[in-house]
Protein backbone atom coordinates (compact mmCIF):
# COMPACT_ATOMS: atom_id res chain seq x y z
CA UNK A 1 0.00 0.00 0.00
CA UNK A 2 0.58 3.89 -0.36
CA UNK A 3 3.12 4.19 3.05
CA UNK A 4 0.89 7.18 4.05
CA UNK A 5 1.18 9.67 7.17
CA UNK A 6 -1.28 11.38 9.21
CA UNK A 7 -4.32 10.86 8.17
CA UNK A 8 -5.16 8.49 4.67
CA UNK A 9 -4.30 7.60 0.16
CA UNK A 10 -1.74 -19.90 -8.24
CA UNK A 11 1.53 -21.13 -9.54
CA UNK A 12 3.52 -19.49 -12.74
CA UNK A 13 1.56 -20.00 -15.32
CA UNK A 14 -0.43 -18.46 -18.43
CA UNK A 15 -3.75 -18.09 -18.25
CA UNK A 16 -4.86 -18.04 -21.60
CA UNK A 17 -3.56 -18.15 -25.20
CA UNK A 18 -0.57 -16.10 -25.73
CA UNK A 19 -1.10 -13.20 -27.88
CA UNK A 20 1.17 -12.00 -30.39
CA UNK A 21 4.98 -10.31 -29.56
CA UNK A 22 5.17 -6.34 -29.19
CA UNK A 23 7.52 -4.42 -30.65
CA UNK A 24 10.87 -4.93 -27.31
CA UNK A 25 11.02 -1.18 -27.44
CA UNK A 26 10.38 0.14 -24.33
CA UNK A 27 7.17 2.85 -23.43
CA UNK A 28 5.73 1.92 -26.86
CA UNK A 29 2.53 0.29 -25.75
CA UNK A 30 0.59 -1.61 -28.53
CA UNK A 31 -2.44 -0.36 -27.10
CA UNK A 32 -2.57 3.43 -27.12
CA UNK A 33 -3.49 4.97 -23.08
CA UNK A 34 -6.03 7.40 -22.93
CA UNK A 35 -4.42 10.65 -22.50
CA UNK A 36 -6.96 14.13 -22.34
CA UNK A 37 -7.08 15.21 -19.04
CA UNK A 38 -9.70 14.42 -16.15
CA UNK A 39 -11.02 15.11 -13.69
CA UNK A 40 -10.32 12.68 -10.83
CA UNK A 41 -9.35 9.18 -12.06
CA UNK A 42 -10.97 7.00 -14.32
CA UNK A 43 -10.64 3.59 -16.09
CA UNK A 44 -7.63 2.87 -18.02
CA UNK A 45 -8.04 1.66 -21.38
CA UNK A 46 -7.62 -2.04 -20.74
CA UNK A 47 -3.83 -2.69 -21.09
CA UNK A 48 -2.61 0.45 -21.96
CA UNK A 49 -0.36 0.72 -19.54
CA UNK A 50 1.57 -2.74 -20.58
CA UNK A 51 4.37 -2.16 -17.51
CA UNK A 52 2.07 -2.34 -14.70
CA UNK A 53 1.60 -5.11 -12.56
CA UNK A 54 -0.34 -6.49 -9.35
CA UNK A 55 1.50 -7.93 -6.70
CA UNK A 56 0.27 -9.95 -4.55
CA UNK A 57 1.05 -11.56 -0.87
CA UNK A 58 -0.33 -14.89 0.12
CA UNK A 59 -1.13 -15.43 3.92
CA UNK A 60 -0.44 -18.54 5.62
CA UNK A 61 -4.91 -19.06 5.60
CA UNK A 62 -6.86 -17.62 3.03
CA UNK A 63 -6.88 -15.79 -0.50
CA UNK A 64 -3.87 -14.23 -1.50
CA UNK A 65 -4.59 -10.52 -1.72
CA UNK A 66 -3.15 -7.55 -3.79
CA UNK A 67 -1.02 -4.96 -1.90
CA UNK A 68 1.24 -3.17 -4.16
CA UNK A 69 1.98 -2.44 -7.85
CA UNK A 70 4.83 -2.36 -9.77
CA UNK A 71 6.21 -2.39 -13.00
CA UNK A 72 8.21 -4.11 -15.91
CA UNK A 73 11.51 -2.93 -16.82
CA UNK A 74 13.05 -6.36 -17.95
CA UNK A 75 11.75 -9.43 -19.17
CA UNK A 76 13.25 -10.96 -15.34
CA UNK A 77 12.70 -7.82 -13.24
CA UNK A 78 9.44 -5.96 -11.37
CA UNK A 79 10.41 -2.39 -9.79
CA UNK A 80 8.78 -1.49 -6.91
CA UNK A 81 8.75 0.25 -3.48
CA UNK A 82 11.21 -0.26 -0.87
CA UNK A 83 8.57 -0.10 1.77
CA UNK A 84 6.52 -2.80 0.39
CA UNK A 85 9.23 -5.35 0.84
CA UNK A 86 10.85 -3.66 3.78
CA UNK A 87 11.72 -6.89 6.12
CA UNK A 88 10.70 -9.19 3.68
CA UNK A 89 12.47 -12.16 2.93
CA UNK A 90 10.81 -14.91 2.35
CA UNK A 91 9.60 -15.04 -2.04
CA UNK A 92 7.56 -17.85 -1.76
CA UNK A 93 4.62 -15.83 0.25
CA UNK A 94 4.40 -13.22 -2.85
CA UNK A 95 2.83 -13.29 -6.72
CA UNK A 96 3.29 -10.92 -9.65
CA UNK A 97 0.04 -10.52 -11.94
CA UNK A 98 1.13 -9.05 -15.55
CA UNK A 99 -0.83 -8.10 -18.35
CA UNK A 100 -4.24 -7.80 -16.13
CA UNK A 101 -6.90 -5.00 -16.02
CA UNK A 102 -9.02 -6.45 -13.47
CA UNK A 103 -6.67 -8.13 -10.60
CA UNK A 104 -9.62 -10.24 -9.52
CA UNK A 105 -10.03 -12.10 -12.51
CA UNK A 106 -7.88 -15.32 -14.21
CA UNK A 107 -8.79 -15.72 -17.49
CA UNK A 108 -8.25 -12.58 -18.98
CA UNK A 109 -5.99 -12.93 -22.49
CA UNK A 110 -2.10 -13.47 -22.02
CA UNK A 111 -2.33 -12.99 -18.22
CA UNK A 112 0.33 -13.99 -16.06
CA UNK A 113 0.84 -15.05 -12.84
CA UNK A 114 4.51 -15.93 -11.61
CA UNK A 115 6.87 -16.38 -8.48
CA UNK A 116 9.53 -14.42 -7.42
CA UNK A 117 13.38 -15.71 -6.83
CA UNK A 118 14.84 -12.50 -5.50
CA UNK A 119 14.14 -9.32 -3.60
CA UNK A 120 16.80 -6.66 -3.40
CA UNK A 121 15.16 -3.57 -1.51
CA UNK A 122 17.74 -0.98 -1.59
CA UNK A 123 20.08 -1.09 1.31
CA UNK A 124 20.22 2.82 2.09
CA UNK A 125 16.29 2.24 2.50
CA UNK A 126 14.87 4.36 5.35
CA UNK A 127 11.54 3.39 6.90
CA UNK A 128 11.57 6.57 8.94
CA UNK A 129 12.29 8.75 6.20
CA UNK A 130 10.53 6.69 3.39
CA UNK A 131 14.33 7.71 1.78
CA UNK A 132 15.63 5.08 -1.02
CA UNK A 133 12.15 3.88 -1.67
CA UNK A 134 12.68 1.38 -4.14
CA UNK A 135 12.89 -2.72 -4.68
CA UNK A 136 13.73 -5.13 -7.58
CA UNK A 137 12.14 -8.28 -8.34
CA UNK A 138 13.85 -11.12 -9.81
CA UNK A 139 10.58 -13.08 -11.61
CA UNK A 140 10.73 -17.00 -11.41
CA UNK A 141 10.93 -17.10 -15.28
CA UNK A 142 11.28 -14.51 -18.02
CA UNK A 143 8.84 -12.69 -19.66
CA UNK A 144 7.87 -12.87 -23.41
CA UNK A 145 6.52 -9.07 -24.40
CA UNK A 146 3.18 -9.06 -26.28
CA UNK A 147 0.06 -6.59 -26.48
CA UNK A 148 -0.50 -6.11 -22.99
CA UNK A 149 2.94 -6.94 -21.17
CA UNK A 150 5.79 -4.84 -22.30
CA UNK A 151 8.09 -2.52 -19.99
CA UNK A 152 8.58 0.96 -19.75
CA UNK A 153 11.49 3.00 -20.04
CA UNK A 154 14.22 3.75 -18.03
CA UNK A 155 15.09 7.99 -16.98
CA UNK A 156 19.35 8.25 -17.65
CA UNK A 157 20.79 8.38 -14.57
CA UNK A 158 19.81 11.90 -12.55
CA UNK A 159 18.30 12.94 -15.23
CA UNK A 160 16.60 16.08 -14.72
CA UNK A 161 12.72 16.02 -14.46
CA UNK A 162 10.21 17.51 -16.58
CA UNK A 163 9.80 21.06 -15.95
CA UNK A 164 7.00 22.41 -12.79
CA UNK A 165 3.64 21.71 -13.76
CA UNK A 166 4.33 18.78 -16.52
CA UNK A 167 1.21 16.68 -16.29
CA UNK A 168 2.33 13.09 -15.58
CA UNK A 169 0.08 9.75 -14.90
CA UNK A 170 -0.59 7.54 -12.45
CA UNK A 171 -1.55 4.33 -12.44
CA UNK A 172 -2.86 1.45 -10.01
CA UNK A 173 -5.57 -0.57 -8.30
CA UNK A 174 -5.29 1.55 -4.84
CA UNK A 175 -8.62 3.04 -2.67
CA UNK A 176 -10.58 5.32 -4.92
CA UNK A 177 -11.13 7.27 -1.89
CA UNK A 178 -9.45 7.93 1.63
CA UNK A 179 -10.50 4.95 3.87
CA UNK A 180 -12.71 3.75 1.06
CA UNK A 181 -12.42 0.17 -1.25
CA UNK A 182 -9.43 -0.64 -3.69
CA UNK A 183 -10.38 -0.75 -7.29
CA UNK A 184 -10.97 -4.02 -9.22
CA UNK A 185 -9.81 -2.36 -12.28
CA UNK A 186 -6.70 -0.56 -13.11
CA UNK A 187 -7.18 3.63 -12.74
CA UNK A 188 -5.43 6.28 -14.04
CA UNK A 189 -5.03 9.79 -12.99
CA UNK A 190 -3.47 13.11 -14.66
CA UNK A 191 -1.35 15.08 -11.99
CA UNK A 192 1.02 17.75 -12.45
CA UNK A 193 4.80 17.46 -11.23
CA UNK A 194 5.37 20.30 -8.09
CA UNK A 195 8.17 22.29 -7.54
CA UNK A 196 10.88 21.51 -4.68
CA UNK A 197 9.95 24.53 -3.09
CA UNK A 198 6.21 23.53 -2.59
CA UNK A 199 6.70 20.26 -2.04
CA UNK A 200 9.02 20.86 1.27
CA UNK A 201 6.67 23.87 1.59
CA UNK A 202 3.85 20.76 2.10
CA UNK A 203 6.18 18.68 4.42
CA UNK A 204 8.86 20.66 6.44
CA UNK A 205 11.86 18.65 6.56
CA UNK A 206 10.79 15.79 5.02
CA UNK A 207 11.59 15.77 1.59
CA UNK A 208 14.94 14.93 0.11
CA UNK A 209 15.20 16.07 -3.42
CA UNK A 210 17.85 13.51 -4.41
CA UNK A 211 15.30 11.28 -4.38
CA UNK A 212 12.24 12.36 -4.15
CA UNK A 213 9.80 14.47 -5.52
CA UNK A 214 5.58 15.59 -5.31
CA UNK A 215 2.99 15.42 -8.06
CA UNK A 216 -0.87 16.77 -7.73
CA UNK A 217 -2.99 19.86 -7.02
CA UNK A 218 -2.72 21.98 -4.68
CA UNK A 219 -6.69 22.23 -3.86
CA UNK A 220 -6.09 18.11 -4.11
CA UNK A 221 -8.77 15.61 -5.68
CA UNK A 222 -6.26 13.59 -7.91
CA UNK A 223 -3.58 11.73 -6.28
CA UNK A 224 -2.73 8.14 -5.30
CA UNK A 225 -3.67 6.07 -2.69
CA UNK A 226 -3.45 2.60 -0.37
CA UNK A 227 -2.54 -0.15 -2.29
CA UNK A 228 -0.71 2.10 -5.18
CA UNK A 229 2.40 1.82 -3.72
CA UNK A 230 5.46 0.37 -5.92
CA UNK A 231 3.16 1.58 -8.61
CA UNK A 232 4.69 3.90 -11.98
CA UNK A 233 4.48 7.67 -12.60
CA UNK A 234 5.36 7.98 -16.16
CA UNK A 235 5.82 11.14 -18.70
CA UNK A 236 5.34 10.85 -22.60
CA UNK A 237 8.29 12.04 -24.29
CA UNK A 238 6.84 15.18 -26.17
CA UNK A 239 9.36 14.43 -29.05
CA UNK A 240 9.76 10.62 -29.10
CA UNK A 241 6.59 9.70 -28.22
CA UNK A 242 7.70 7.20 -25.65
CA UNK A 243 6.90 6.63 -21.94
CA UNK A 244 9.03 6.89 -19.84
CA UNK A 245 8.73 5.76 -16.05
CA UNK A 246 10.00 9.43 -13.72
CA UNK A 247 9.07 7.47 -10.51
CA UNK A 248 7.68 4.88 -8.03
CA UNK A 249 4.52 5.27 -5.70
CA UNK A 250 5.86 6.14 -2.07
CA UNK A 251 4.11 7.99 0.64
CA UNK A 252 1.98 11.26 1.47
CA UNK A 253 -0.64 12.76 3.91
CA UNK A 254 -3.68 10.93 3.20
CA UNK A 255 -5.19 10.84 -0.24
CA UNK A 256 -5.83 13.48 -2.48
CA UNK A 257 -6.09 15.87 0.59
CA UNK A 258 -6.04 19.90 -0.35
CA UNK A 259 -2.14 21.13 0.58
CA UNK A 260 -0.61 17.53 0.42
CA UNK A 261 0.55 16.06 -2.32
CA UNK A 262 1.76 12.58 -3.28
CA UNK A 263 5.59 12.16 -3.10
CA UNK A 264 7.20 9.99 -5.39
CA UNK A 265 10.61 7.87 -5.28
CA UNK A 266 12.91 9.52 -8.68
CA UNK A 267 13.50 6.77 -10.66
CA UNK A 268 16.73 8.74 -12.40
CA UNK A 269 18.23 8.39 -8.72
CA UNK A 270 18.42 4.52 -8.49
CA UNK A 271 19.97 3.89 -11.77
CA UNK A 272 23.14 2.63 -10.63
CA UNK A 273 20.94 0.18 -8.10
CA UNK A 274 18.96 -0.85 -10.76
CA UNK A 275 21.99 -1.96 -13.27
CA UNK A 276 23.66 -3.84 -10.35
CA UNK A 277 20.79 -6.31 -11.08
CA UNK A 278 19.19 -5.98 -14.37
CA UNK A 279 22.23 -5.85 -17.27
CA UNK A 280 19.76 -4.94 -20.08
CA UNK A 281 17.61 -2.10 -18.79
Known amino acids: MKFIIASALLMAT ?3 DPLPAAPAACGTPAIKPDTTKIV ?11 W ?5 KKPFFGTAYQFCAGTIIDPDWIMTAGHCFYGENVTSKFQVKLGVFNKSKNDEPGELVLNITEIHVNPKYDPNKITFDITLLKLSESVKY ?15 LPADGSDVFVTGWGDTTEGGKDSQTLKQVTVPLVSTADCKKAYPGKIYPDTQFCAGLPGGGKDSCQGDSGGPVVYQDPKKGTWKQLGIVSWGRGCAEAKYYGVYSKVSAYI ?5 YVTGS
Do not use: M, N, R
Request: glycine fraction near 6%.
Open 14 to 16: CLA
Open 40 to 50: GGKDAIPYSWP
Open 52 to 56: QVALF
Open 146 to 160: TDHISPVCLPAQDED
Open 272 to 276: DFIHQ
